[in-house]
């Protein structure tokens, strides 16, 4: 009577396992457009839980059947219980684990002065030591363009301030969101390095000076990009050390998250980051001591 009871108790738990696992496949599959790792490992850790009793009643049905109870038997088939259904929550959490959004940075040369076409706005990282961007809001400087003709920056008198001969160092850097859900804020660590130059150029010396500045990312929506120009302003070189991960924050994430960046196959990526030479303009309303030096935020042609 007592076997009858346990085989009806095995079934039962292996129905109720079996129901449990074909309710958490089903949720997780119509339960919003992408499971989030949260919610995920969570009904992992239940489907597994719920499978453990099934599959112990098993083992050791099998173990009165096949090997008369020995003591040995037994214990072999209960880890071998555990392990099986450890090991299926893990190979299908791998199949289900959502792939980190794809985050490409594009670095490329651009040419000075800066082209702003009629009906547009362009951002600007002015590079400088006395000037640094934090993520407590949006420091890149903005030059918006609301006319029908097309507009440069700088501006004529600044550009007319240094020789014909002499060149200015101008990088376009451009982030988009190739993933398929939309991202709604980000952040993005620049480390930059300053040295004094040389008859040979630019070249890293044991005290150089360096600094951060963060860039923040506005909403993207999936195709999308961020782009803005850096420019260095400085009587120094300048090194802008793209950052490796981005902190971003996608449509279903409840919290911040950071992924790695995928950068393009530009040949300038293999040849260290984008370096600058001293600026020769005579720059307008330049800090003269570090701070919080913002001035002008956004210029309007």
Same mark, same amino acid.
């Given at each position: 009577?007592?076997?009858?009871?346990?085989?009806?108790?095995?079934?039962?738990?292996?129905?109720?396992?079996?129901?449990?696992?074909?309710?958490?496949?089903?949720?997780?599959?119509?339960?919003?457009?992408?499971?989030?790792?949260?919610? @995920?490992? *969570?009904? #992992?850790?239940?489907?597994?839980?719920?499978?453990?009793?099934? $599959?112990?009643? +098993?083992?050791?049905?099998?173990?009165?059947?096949?090997?008369?109870?020995?003591?040995?038997?037994?214990?072999?088939?209960?880890?071998?219980?555990?392990?099986?259904?450890?090991?299926?929550?893990?190979?299908?959490?791998?199949?289900?684990?959502?792939?980190?959004?794809?985050?490409?940075?594009?670095?490329?040369?651009?040419?000075?002065?800066?082209?702003?076409?009629?009906?547009?706005?362009?951002?600007?990282?002015?590079?400088?030591?006395?000037?640094?961007?934090?993520?407590?809001?949006?420091?890149?400087?903005?030059?918006?363009?609301?006319?029908?003709?097309?507009?440069?920056?700088?501006?004529?008198?600044?550009?007319?301030?240094?020789?014909?001969?002499?060149?200015?160092?101008?990088?376009?850097?451009?982030?988009?969101?190739?993933?398929?859900?939309?991202?709604?804020?980000?952040? @993005?660590? *620049?480390? #930059?390095?300053?040295?004094?130059?040389?008859?040979?150029?630019? $070249?890293?010396? +044991?005290?150089?000076?360096?600094?951060?500045?963060?860039?923040?990312?506005?909403?993207?929506?999936?195709?999308?990009?961020?782009?803005?120009?850096?420019?260095?302003?400085?009587?120094?070189?300048?090194?802008?050390?793209?950052?490796?991960?981005?902190?971003?924050?996608?449509?279903?994430?409840?919290?911040?998250?950071?992924?790695?960046?995928?950068?393009?196959?530009?040949?300038?990526?293999?040849?260290?980051?984008?370096?600058?030479?001293?600026?020769?303009?005579?720059?307008?309303?330049?800090?003269?001591?570090?701070?919080?030096?913002?001035?002008?935020?956004?210029?309007?042609?």
């Amino acid at each position: 009577m007592s076997s009858k009871a346990g085989a009806n108790t095995s079934e039962l738990a292996l129905g109720f396992c079996l129901g449990t696992v074909m309710t958490i496949a089903f949720s997780l599959m119509t339960w919003g457009s992408v499971p989030t790792p949260r919610r @995920l490992l *969570f009904s #992992l850790v239940v489907m597994f839980l719920c499978a453990i009793y099934p $599959m112990w009643c +098993a083992a050791n049905g099998a173990a009165g059947k096949f090997f008369k109870a020995k003591r040995s038997a037994v214990i072999a088939l209960r880890c071998i219980a555990l392990l099986a259904p450890a090991v299926c929550t893990t190979l299908w959490g791998r199949e289900l684990w959502p792939k980190p959004p794809l985050i490409e940075m594009r670095i490329s040369p651009s040419g000075f002065p800066l082209s702003i076409p009629p009906h547009s706005l362009v951002s600007i990282l002015r590079i400088h030591p006395y000037i640094a961007l934090t993520d407590s809001t949006d420091f890149l400087l903005k030059d918006s363009n609301d006319s029908g003709k097309e507009f440069f920056w700088p501006s004529q008198q600044e550009i007319d301030s240094k020789s014909p001969d002499d060149h200015e160092t101008v990088y376009r850097v451009e982030v988009t969101n190739h993933s398929p859900e939309t991202l709604v804020s980000g952040k @993005l660590s *620049f480390q #930059l390095q300053y040295g004094p130059g040389a008859s040979t150029g630019c $070249m890293p010396s +044991a005290d150089s000076v360096k600094r951060e500045d963060v860039v923040l990312m506005p909403q993207l929506d999936p195709g999308k990009s961020l782009e803005f120009y850096a420019i260095n302003q400085s009587d120094l070189c300048a090194w802008l050390i793209p950052p490796g991960i981005a902190t971003i924050r996608m449509m279903n994430d409840e919290t911040e998250r950071q992924v790695p960046l995928t950068f393009d196959k530009n040949p300038l990526y293999n040849s260290g980051a984008p370096s600058f030479m001293p600026t020769k303009i005579k720059w307008e309303g330049l800090p003269k001591t570090p701070g919080p030096h913002y001035q002008i935020q956004r210029i309007t042609h």
